[in-house]
């Protein structure tokens, strides 16, 4: 379903031109479970971003589902975003001021979901979690694995096809990174894709297709179909 | 994305920063009660001025001695010497159709004194009909009666403080006081009625006109006081009177007459100019407390940076986030209009009864207009914060922690 062709993604930093991304072609079926790795600096997340439509490569076809994202608009974009991926950060990215409920919410809230609906499924989420006595805590009321959990449901709230993970356990410690892999694992057992940036070894291990990038090119891809 | 949810997000992340928003929501409150108050004070200026006025008399033309050129040019070579105006004069306007009431009028400075007691006051010549022309009431007794206006009773009617001055508690009514060198019994009491132009009513002697001009030894009248039968009758009035003075006078123009209209429409217009000025610079204060509110929404852009990319990584469009901060704007400057205009009202209050006799009152227009421009000024100045919001490439912004 994800099939990125010829993909170049090039950074002005000061006057020099820094290739982020170089001629990557890679397809992705749906249900996998990518893990994609290398040392920093070698364009893994910026491969996830332009899998998420976070950003535009300068060059090459990246088709979703059979659409040729590059040809969307802004809006269009932000639209896939809102139905068919969810994002889970490093740093987990919770609104401070809103409590785990809320946060949980706020794609329903821009998806323009009735209110109503969006409190059930909420405390579905939550719960399936096991946050259903932390709904109403604020971030940092919360410890790191909690937070994490608060941010895979939110990421999984709208029932997307992809989940995209950018080092989710890079903040945590062993135990609650653990936790939360576990989860992003159970999601990928239901159907849901997973594609995972990490440059922990172990964790790499356990999915079931490594992609190994260097300077910007996949030198090793375990499972290319 | 619903509207209502559009709110109430805004009202979140205004409600989780209280001491900003409550400082921006201070100064748009400052700005829209300073035009609503200064409105106010400038249309309390306009109104006073305009019952003063109206206390008067209705329809009133004022007769004057001289001519006075409005159209500039030198001035005549050799003098103008105008007529006085007499009695006669003034008797002879009474024959046109369009004048109701007149009322002769010499004013002199004289001591009025009632056993040891003295007092220097003003002292008012008139006839009877000056008592309905002026709206005047009486305390105790009668006006001056009517009758032959040459005829110079001993006869007055005190101002009410005159009185008060004069005889305190006890009954003036048949008492004979002594004006200048004449002596008059005192007939009537004037009830208590405000200042009308500069004449405190309350403070003046009023005797017939004839008995003024032999007590100030003169033939001519400071003025004449006349009431058209209507509004539409005063130009008409005013026309009978040039034309009957001129004839009088040789064919000379030598007399001014002064329409209430006239007068109380020059004075709105000075007045209203006035009030918008002072409007418009109250406005000033609405405009600096529109920039702050975009210093503040930009602040508020930057530190919430990463918040927008997570919005525009879960799905927000450009619009969704342009929406959420120019809401945020709208609701700090309504509640600062709001505010505003509670305070104002507080202050017109707190005015009205520290000036019981100063008609403060802020006008609909003045309402409607502080708070629209406010909500005008919050959308207008958030508009620069919420775009660069919108702008902000998600990559970036979440890449900041």
């Known amino acids: 379903m994800i099939h990125l062709t010829d993909i170049e993604r090039k950074f002005l930093v000061g006057d020099e031109t820094v290739r982020a991304l170089n001629n990557v072609n890679i397809t992705v079926h749906q249900g996998e479970y990518v893990a994609i790795m290398g040392p920093?600096?070698?364009?893994?997340?910026?491969?996830?971003?332009?899998?998420?439509?976070?950003?535009?490569?300068?060059?090459?076809?990246?088709?979703?589902?059979?659409?040729?994202?590059?040809?969307?608009?802004?809006?269009?974009?932000?639209?896939?975003?809102?139905?068919?991926?969810?994002?889970?950060?490093?740093?987990?990215?919770?609104?401070?001021?809103?409590?785990?409920?809320?946060?949980?919410?706020?794609?329903?809230?821009?998806?323009?979901?009735?209110?109503?609906?969006?409190?059930?499924?909420?405390?579905?989420?939550?719960?399936?979690?096991?946050?259903?006595?932390?709904?109403?805590?604020?971030?940092?009321?919360?410890?790191?694995?909690?937070?994490?959990?608060?941010?895979?449901?939110?990421?999984?709230?709208?029932?997307?096809?992809?989940?995209?993970?950018?080092?989710?356990?890079?903040?945590?410690?062993?135990?609650?990174?653990?936790?939360?892999?576990?989860?992003?694992?159970?999601?990928?057992?239901?159907?849901?894709?997973?594609?995972?940036?990490?440059?922990?070894?172990?964790?790499?291990?356990?999915?079931?297709?490594?992609?190994?990038?260097?300077?910007?090119?996949?030198?090793?891809?375990?499972?290319?179909? | 994305?619903?509207?209502?949810?559009?709110?109430?997000?805004?009202?979140?992340?205004?409600?989780?920063?209280?001491?900003?928003?409550?400082?921006?929501?201070l100064a748009m409150a400052i700005g829209v009660a300073s035009v609503i108050l200064l409105t106010a004070l400038g249309e309390g200026a306009r109104r006073f001025v305009t019952d003063e006025f109206t206390s008067l008399g209705t329809y009133l033309l004022i007769v004057l001695p001289g001519r006075s050129e409005t159209t500039g040019g030198p001035p005549p070579l050799l003098g103008e010497t105008p007529r006085d105006l007499t009695l006669e004069d003034a008797l002879s306007l009474t024959r046109s159709s369009s004048i109701r009431r007149m009322a002769p009028i010499t004013v002199g400075s004289a001591p009025v004194s009632w056993k040891h007691r003295d007092r220097e006051v003003s002292v008012l010549g008139s006839t009877a009909e000056l008592f309905e022309i002026r709206h005047l009431s009486m305390a105790?007794?009668?006006?001056?009666?009517?009758?032959?206006?040459?005829?110079?009773?001993?006869?007055?009617?005190?101002?009410?403080?005159?009185?008060?001055?004069?005889?305190?508690?006890?009954?003036?009514?048949?008492?004979?006081?002594?004006?200048?060198?004449?002596?008059?019994?005192?007939?009537?009491?004037?009830?208590?009625?405000?200042?009308?132009?500069?004449?405190?009513?309350?403070?003046?002697?009023?005797?017939?006109?004839?008995?003024?001009?032999?007590?100030?030894?003169?033939?001519?009248?400071?003025?004449i006081l006349l009431q058209a039968n209507g509004r539409e009758a005063i130009p008409k009035a005013k026309k009978a009177v040039l034309a009957t003075i001129r004839e009088r006078h040789e064919g000379e123009d030598d007399v001014t007459v002064i329409t209430q209209d006239a007068l109380l429409s020059t004075f709105d217009r000075i007045l209203v100019a006035m009030t918008l000025s002072v409007a418009g610079i109250a406005a000033i204060s609405l405009s600096v407390a529109g920039i702050l509110i975009m210093n503040v929404m930009l602040i508020a852009v930057s530190q919430r940076t990463t918040e927008i990319g997570l919005l525009k990584a879960i799905g927000a469009r450009g619009s969704h986030i342009l929406a959420l901060f120019l809401a945020e704007s709208a609701i700090l400057s309504l509640i600062g209009a709001g505010f505003g205009v509670i305070l104002a009202f507080l202050g017109n209050w707190g005015l009205a009864h520290a000036f019981p006799r100063f008609p403060i009152t802020a006008p609909i227009w003045a309402l409607v207009a502080a708070v629209s421009v406010a909500l005008l000024t919050g959308l207008v100045f958030g508009v620069l914060p919420a775009r660069r919001a919108a702008r902000l490439d998600p990559v970036q912004a979440l890449s900041r922690r």
């Open chain 2, 1 to 25: 994305m619903k509207s209502g949810d559009v709110i109430q997000f805004s009202w979140k992340a205004l409600s989780g920063y209280p001491t900003r928003t409550l400082l921006m929501i």
């Open chain 1, 40 to 225: 920093s600096g070698s364009g893994k997340s910026t491969l996830l971003n332009i899998i998420g439509l976070l950003d535009r490569p300068n060059k090459g076809v990246y088709s979703l589902s059979d659409l040729d994202t590059t040809e969307l608009t802004d809006d269009q974009q932000a639209s896939v975003r809102r139905h068919k991926i969810g994002f889970v950060f490093q740093f987990f990215h919770l609104v401070p001021r809103l409590t785990s409920a809320e946060n949980v919410e706020l794609p329903m809230i821009l998806a323009g979901v009735d209110p109503a609906e969006r409190k059930s499924r909420v405390q579905a989420a939550l719960s399936s979690l096991g946050l259903s006595n932390r709904t109403k805590h604020r971030p940092d009321q919360l410890s790191g694995g909690q937070r994490q959990r608060v941010a895979i449901a939110r990421a999984t709230i709208m029932q997307p096809d992809i989940i995209l993970a950018d080092e989710p356990t890079g903040n945590l410690d062993r135990t609650s990174g653990i936790e939360v892999i576990q989860i992003l694992e159970d999601l990928h057992t239901k159907g849901i894709t997973l594609i995972m940036v990490t440059h922990d070894p172990d964790l790499g291990k356990r999915a079931s297709r490594r992609v190994q990038l260097v300077d910007g090119k996949i030198s090793r891809d375990t499972g290319d179909s």
């Open chain 2, 140 to 223: 105790q007794g009668r006006f001056i009666p009517t009758g032959d206006p040459s005829r110079g009773l001993a006869v007055c009617v005190m101002g009410y403080k005159l009185k008060k001055e004069l005889f305190g508690n006890q009954s003036a009514l048949g008492e004979w006081v002594r004006i200048g060198d004449r002596r008059f019994r005192v007939i009537g009491v004037l009830a208590k009625k405000g200042q009308s132009l500069g004449l405190d009513m309350g403070d003046v002697v009023v005797v017939p006109v004839a008995s003024a001009q032999a007590l100030f030894n003169t033939s001519a009248l400071f003025r």
